[in-house]
């Protein structure tokens, strides 16, 4: 099993730029592949990016390459996500999740997943 908890959120102006972390207790963080995602009010929840369990592999939802940039430090247990040049659209709860095996941009193949941090971006 492992517990996620979700930082960094806030309110920001478009242009600016956040990294928001993601802190993993419980055993071998090194063994789960890492993902996150984010939902907007009235929408569904959504992939945004994902990394393998050594972090050698990385993708990126369309909407947010070449902006965003998923990182992990399995030392620390903490995935990160590095947002530049945000925009409005990009406002919504960003969460993240963990699964076993092989990253994947389906939600449902994450079995854990933290409690979500806002992040909103003004015009």
């Known amino acids: 099993q492992v517990q996620l908890v979700e930082s960094g959120g806030g309110l920001v102006q478009a242009g600016d730029s956040l990294r928001l972390s993601c802190a993993a207790s419980?055993?071998?963080?090194?063994?789960?592949?890492m993902g996150w995602f984010r939902q907007a009010p009235g929408k569904e929840r959504e992939f945004v990016a994902a990394i393998s369990s050594s972090g050698g592999i990385t993708y990126y939802a369309d909407s947010v390459k070449g902006r965003f940039t998923i990182s992990r430090d399995n030392t620390k247990n903490t995935v990160y996500l590095q947002m530049d040049s945000l925009k409005p659209e990009d406002t919504a709860v960003y969460y993240c999740?963990?699964?076993?095996?092989?990253?994947?941009?389906?939600?449902?193949?994450?079995?854990?997943w933290g409690q979500g941090t806002q992040v909103t971006v003004s015009s």
């Open positions: 419980g055993r071998s963080f090194s063994s789960y592949a």
């Open positions: 999740a963990a699964k076993r095996s092989v990253s994947s941009a389906s939600p449902s193949s994450y079995g854990y």
